[in-house]
């Protein structure tokens, strides 16, 4: 399996994520992107409890792509720009940042259910997507 710097770097592989951040943007009506940050890092997720996070301050996204199939990475993505989108619409506040990302939150929940959705829409379109682009460590 090839490290996710090597896999990245094949023109392919930016095309397709290009394409993929391209459908994320329409679906969620996005007019920018935050800065995207895409780690292999084995400690990253055992440190976060998490395999990505959305920083509001930063306006930034961390996902980990250690051992994870591009499906289950893409579908992070599209729910960090969910919560993106919910910052960007105001909907996140100092008050409130922190409890955002709990499990059962209003804010949580719409970016599993949004997330869910664009994957959906996205495959529908890219059904190659699920032959292989496993990333390896």
Do not use: C, W
């Amino acid at each position: 399996m090839k490290a996710f710097r090597n896999f990245i770097k094949e023109d392919k592989t930016k095309v397709h994520l290009q394409d993929f951040l391209s459908h994320v943007s329409d679906e969620l009506k996005l007019e920018s992107l935050p800065q995207i940050n895409l780690l292999n890092d084995k400690g990253y997720s055992l440190a976060h409890r998490s395999f990505g996070g959305y920083s509001p301050g930063a306006k930034s996204i961390t996902v980990n792509t250690t051992d994870r199939h591009i499906v289950d990475v893409y579908r992070t993505l599209a729910h960090e720009l969910v919560h993106y989108k919910q910052d960007v619409q105001g909907r996140l506040t100092p008050d409130n940042v922190a409890e955002a990302g709990a499990t059962g939150s209003e804010f949580e929940n719409e970016a599993n259910t949004l997330a869910g959705i664009i994957m959906r829409n996205y495959a529908k379109r890219n059904p190659r997507i699920f032959e292989s682009y496993h990333l390896g460590s």
